[in-house]
């Protein structure tokens, strides 16, 4: 498998890759373990025109990083993901306790907008990086930041010892310069992910997928591409080995579920919360599924589509 082999050669080059290959016993975000997205708090510096979690205004109770790192602690060994949000601007100091309590079982896997200066956090991040697998993964803003500045961060991680990589949203404002950007990462030596804009109101057009096709040099298909409008009955892990945790500690088992019942921007798809949810993991009622999930709804999220695996059954 060419993703694997890339995998490979690129764990013989940084330790932390090394050690999560082993970790999950060279099987990444598949089968073996669990899949955790976290969403601590739904706050951020950013104002992302094509953010869901931003225009959806989703308002929870929050528990400390302290309360998730002891609630997860009792899980079996899982990825977990820490997205929001923002998730450096965690209150109390709640990156470093989160990162300094949860347990080495543990694989960490932060998505940050990397607005943050290195220096503040860097001695935390490094013990943390010697204590756990632990990968940093900003994604990249156009629209928020300068492309030099926040690759010459990316480099200071990558330079202490991180495993990095970044990820831009291919968002039709910041189809002009797709390709400058890519080389500007590939020039740097450092991964950058293009991913659909996957919304109920958007689709790319014939040029604009022909541009993702060139830039991305693979395929862009169905609705990983575009949002599914007429989705089909799907299977998937989800509910079973991915889960969503939002800022209450209730988990849901996909983005998808979460927002057919909680966002006004996927009313056409409104859901019942029983549907999607399985408990929540601080008043004990958290139950993965036994089973497989089967539903209809669109997959919103590449995370999801990755980590879940939806195959089409009817």
């Not at 970044?166 to 991913?195: C, E, M, Q, R, W």
């Not at 109920?200 to 040029?207: A, G, Q, V």
């Not at 004990?284 to 599924?289: D, S, V």
């Amino acid at each position: 498998m060419k993703i694997k082999s890339r995998v490979y050669r690129y764990a013989l080059r940084h330790e932390s890759l090394s050690r999560l290959m082993k970790f999950l016993g060279e099987k990444i975000f598949f089968r073996d373990v669990f899949n955790i997205l976290l969403y601590p708090f739904f706050y951020c510096n950013y104002k992302c025109p094509y953010c869901i979690i931003r225009k959806s205004n989703f308002k929870f109770k929050e528990h400390s990083a302290l309360e998730w790192a002891n609630a997860f602690n009792k899980l079996k060994r899982s990825v977990i993901s820490i997205s929001g949000g923002e998730p450096f601007l965690w209150k109390n100091n709640g990156m470093k306790v989160f990162l300094e309590n949860i347990d080495k079982k543990h694989a960490i896997y932060l998505v940050t907008n990397l607005y943050w200066k290195i220096e503040d956090h860097l001695s935390y991040l490094k013990e943390a990086n010697e204590r756990l697998s632990l990968f940093i993964a900003p994604s990249f803003h156009p629209h928020m930041t300068d492309v030099n500045i926040f690759l010459k961060k990316m480099k200071i991680l990558r330079d202490n010892g991180f495993f990095i990589s970044s990820s831009l949203v291919a968002y039709p404002t910041f189809f002009p310069k797709l390709k400058y950007y890519k080389k500007k990462f590939n020039d740097a030596g450092i991964s950058l992910g293009i991913y659909s804009y996957i919304h109920p109101e958007f689709r790319y057009s014939d040029k604009q997928r022909k541009l993702l096709e060139q830039v991305t040099k693979k395929h862009v298909r169905g609705s990983i591409t575009d949002f599914d409008s007429n989705p089909k009955k799907k299977i998937c892990r989800a509910g079973k080995t991915n889960f969503l945790f939002v800022p209450s500690g209730d988990c849901y088992i996909c983005h998808s579920g979460f927002y057919c019942v909680n966002s006004e921007i996927y009313k056409k798809y409104k859901a019942k919360k029983s549907e999607f949810f399985i408990g929540n993991i601080f008043d004990g009622t958290f139950k993965p599924k036994k089973g497989m999930t089967i539903c209809d709804k669109p997959c919103s999220e590449i995370c999801d589509i990755v980590c879940a695996k939806p195959k089409v059954i009817g």
